[in-house]
Structures are given as C-alpha cells and as structure tokens.
C-alpha cells in the first residue's frame, strides 16, 4: 500500500508544479497583453545562426561520454599509482571530468552558435 500511495504523491507533485507553470504563465501573458505588449514576444521563433538542435545535442552528449571514460581512466591510474582512497578518487574523478566535458561542450555550442 506505501508504494502506491509513494506514487501517488509523486505524480501529485508533478501535475501541481505543471499545472503552476503554464498558469502562471498564462496569467503573465495575459497581464502583458492587457497592458498593450506586441504578441510577438511570445514567440521563440528559430535563429537564422542557430545550430539544428540535434548537433547540440550529439556533441554535448559524446563530450559527457568522453569526461566520464577519461576521469574512469585517471581514476585508475591515480589509484594504481597513489595511496589515495579509491572510494573517494573514482566519483571525484568521474564527475569532475564529467564537468570539464560538459563546459568544453558549452564553449563549443557557443562557438558553433556564433558561425
């Protein structure tokens, strides 16, 4: 009985905070619209310089990918090599290289952006 009542105050949770976001949001749109803002705000409209978002995608995903395998790899050599804990090298390793991963693919979405 607990799991079901553990999923029913998860999917609660998630339909109250969707529910409060496009509200809200309608309630803004509309408070703008009544003070005489142009509709065209609204509207995300596709950047003639953007890159398609799958490249986006693909390139920050496999520079993830490559983080993670080379903070494995060094966290392996640290641990072969040193005396340090390697409960603590291996996730410190990972997920540090996991970051640097993700902030080259940042730069290079910008970079790819601005061609």
């Not at 109250?16 to 976001?21: E, H, M, P, R, V």
């Not at 790899?73 to 970051?99: C, E, K, Q, R, W």
């Given at each position: 009985?607990?799991?079901i009542?553990?999923?029913?105050?998860?999917?609660?949770?998630?339909?109250g905070?969707?529910?409060l976001?496009?509200?809200?949001?309608?309630k803004?749109?509309?408070?703008?619209?009544?003070?005489g803002?142009d509709?065209?705000?609204?509207?995300?409209?596709n950047?003639?310089?953007a890159?398609p978002f799958?490249k986006?995608i693909?390139?920050?995903?496999?520079?993830?990918l490559?983080g993670?395998?080379?903070g494995v790899?060094m966290?392996?050599?640290l641990d072969?090599y040193?005396?340090l804990?390697?409960?603590?090298?291996y996730?410190?390793t990972?997920?540090?290289?996991?970051?640097?991963g993700l902030?080259?693919?940042?730069n290079?979405?910008?970079k790819?952006?601005?061609?």
């Amino acid at each position: 009985m607990e799991e079901i009542a553990v999923l029913i105050v998860i999917f609660g949770t998630l339909f109250g905070i969707i529910y409060l976001y496009f509200s809200t949001r309608n309630k803004e749109r509309m408070a703008l619209i009544e003070k005489g803002a142009d509709a065209s705000i609204f509207v995300k409209g596709n950047q003639k310089n953007a890159a398609p978002f799958w490249k986006v995608i693909i390139l920050n995903l496999s520079l993830l990918l490559m983080g993670i395998g080379l903070g494995v790899f060094m966290a392996l050599i640290l641990d072969t090599y040193t005396n340090l804990d390697s409960d603590a090298v291996y996730p410190a390793t990972i997920f540090f290289m996991a970051g640097v991963g993700l902030f080259v693919g940042f730069n290079l979405t910008k970079k790819l952006d601005n061609e």
